[in-house]
Nanobody, 124 residues
Framework: QVQLVDSGGGLVQAGGSLRLSCAVS????????MGWFRQAPGKEREFVAA????????SYADSVRGRFTISRDNAKNSVYLQMNSLEPADTAVYYC?????????????????WGQGTQVTVSS
């Protein structure tokens, strides 16, 4: 059974930084493409960033490109999201996701496994 555990969220002032982590178990991590998504109150879940199983390819939403960085450590079965220059608009519950059907994916429907989410709140 694949399990994803998100962590690292919190309350931060605008301009600050946070690093989210997602630990994966129950699957060969190096064969999983990983992604981060977020959902603000009253809004649909949206794509934030994705990384291929090898780590060689990444993709970002326009709204976070240049501020957020996704990375993975296959030895630790973990994926990370470094978030810098945070803005109030980044406030949301952040979810990590995994798929073994694609090399990299940016759509929620392409992911099979999800973490429980971690709250990120950015104050102005």
């Amino acid at each position: 059974q694949v399990q994803l555990v998100d962590s690292g969220g919190g309350l931060v002032q605008a301009g600050g930084s946070l690093r989210l982590s997602c630990a994966v178990s129950g699957h060969t991590f190096s064969t999983l493409a990983m992604g981060w998504f977020r959902q603000a109150p009253g809004k649909e879940r949206e794509f934030v960033a994705a990384i291929a199983w090898s780590g060689g390819s990444t993709s970002y939403a326009d709204s976070v490109r240049g501020r957020f960085t996704i990375s993975r450590d296959n030895a630790k079965n973990s994926v990370y999201l470094q978030m810098n220059s945070l803005e109030p608009a980044d406030t949301a519950v952040y979810y990590c996701a995994a798929t073994d059907r694609y090399l990299i994916a940016i759509r929620t429907a392409l992911y099979d496994y999800w973490g429980q989410g971690t709250q990120v709140t950015v104050s102005s």
